[in-house]
DNA sequence: ATTTAGCATTCATAAATTAGAAGTGCTAAG
DNA sequence: CTTAGCACTTCTAATTTATGAATGCTAAAT
């Protein structure tokens, strides 16, 4: 079993190498511990058996291996307290937002990134249960016009287009009912299907120049599919103020994850609606990291989001901040009902 | 004056040094001019004295200086052609998205940016002259609504937003019917002012929770405002990709100028619509970087785009792009008429 | 008058050496 | 059980050395 002294000693390592980044020595704590530094050296080998630090190389100070990260996050670490200036941004941002929550995690997460320098992944789910509310065309100046569609959920995808010439307005009025006549209440991803069978062969009775005029709307109602895996990263280029990047290959392979359209699975991955964290390895992207994820009910629509940082990131002052925004997200989600 | 040959050098040691980042000997370039290396160092040393080359020391290799770069772009470079492989890509793009100019032109510089591996900037210069079309809620399932401003050029702006319990449907009916009413065509960086002064003193009568619904609106139009300085940058880190970025202080230093503001004024000053090559300096960026620039036409308004890679990028490469770009979009535009 | 071969010269880069500092592990005394 | 003391290990940074690439210049060749 670990002594207490031992947790004392870890806890210490942890923190200070957080801090620095640099490895800690035996000399460097024993101070704020009440004993020589041998008593600490003694320590450091038992705490070294027991895979909770490691060491660059025979001389080197310790550093906290991937099972001394989790034994801190899981044991040591003490809630860390919001500092009031972090907090007032963000009721700044509660208060300018509040009757839009989407906007409203958007900044946080934005927030959270600035603060912290950490990278925030959000993952909106939209589309999965969104059914076509509505298609509307506004005609425009010229022979422009603007054509949206509308999701029960509230999403909206909208495309400006030039008319060609030999569409009359007309027809696109036409082509606009029937779609709502048709398509109206259809989830959104069967809607391409249905627009293929049931409203092509009908569209061409209406439309002179049909396949123009349909090409167009197939395409906006594909970009909601694709909007369905919304991947907002923010903050990527945090990686290089961080003292341990400074190797630009590092810097490449977790930037090229980043491109990596596998990296939504591995996030996505979450099953319930606790702040969790990944440390290293545990986090399937690179050894390099850790991951911080959670989940947020917005609107009835689940929004993951993510919080990368090195792995001596500061997961206290992270799990804060998602805390603190998910109870005022809450309270927000409270007002509905 | 410059003697035919030494043009040949030059061109030969710009080509060279563009294709592979590292300085040229005089050995490695005399083979292709038909004459020794010692000839080709006489005339090296007179192209130096006219600025036009440069050396990193006694006995490197030769590069070109921001001279150099300027009379190779002036007066050697050979239109390039584009590669069928190329073309065939931003056809894709033009037939798939015929209608939407907007689309078309984000989707095509994104290419630009995938094929060189150099960094693009959109600017849309959205809202200068935008006028407010209409205001427009759409009643979502529980008690949520969907708001939307539409201009008369077709900018769409929406927000999803809970409605507070004590705020009735019929009162947030009165608040659109009202602005309509009152806000209609007016300039998009005049409404906030008319909300405050028209609107705001009037919505009391009508809405009893008033300063939220006002605050939300308010709020919406304030987006498209930001929105005119939309700047959309891709392949930020394709820098990392470039030998001569390494460095990543020089890298950290490139990544900051993109999120510096000012970097749009920096952009934006063009005048007329040609494409336009500033290098190293002349970017007023970094020394380390060129920029290509232009503007398009979209549906009336000016779009400024600009291609920004190492001092030794494929001016011709992009330059053929860019080109080819404008004259599609151009034929686009043309059909309106 | 050009061009070119030849060679000494310059400088960068990489490898090898050295010196110094940091921090450990172990031993033996407190 | 704690700690002082010291030998030992390894990193880092500074210095040296060697190698190689490419130059500028001189003098001969065309």
Redo the contacts with the bound molecule.
Sequence with gaps: MITE?QRAILKCIVEEYIKTA???????I?NSL????????????RL?ELKLLE????????IPSEDGYRYYVDNLMEPKEMTGEDMLKLQTIFRNNELDLNDTIKRSIELVSEITNYTSIVLGNASKDNRLKKVEIVPLEANRILTMAITDKGFVEHKNMVLPENVEMSEVVKTVELINKLVVNTPINEVSEKLEYEVKPIISKYVKQHEVLYNAFYDAFNEFTNKANDVRVVGRTNFLKQPEFTNIDKVKEILNKFEDSNLINTITADDDNDIKIYIGEESEITDDVSVIKTKYDINGEEVTIAIMGPKRMEYGKVVAMLDYIKENIGGMNEKEK
Tied chains: 1, 2.
Excluded: D, I, Q, Y
């Excluded at 009440?34 to 080998?45: D, G, P, Y």
């Excluded at 060491?55 to 310790?62: E, L, P, V, W, Y």
């Design positions: 002294r640099k490895p800690v020595s035996s000399n460097h024993c009440n004993c020589s530094s041998a008593t600490v050296r003694n320590e450091m080998v070294e060491k660059n190389h025979f001389a080197s100070g310790r």
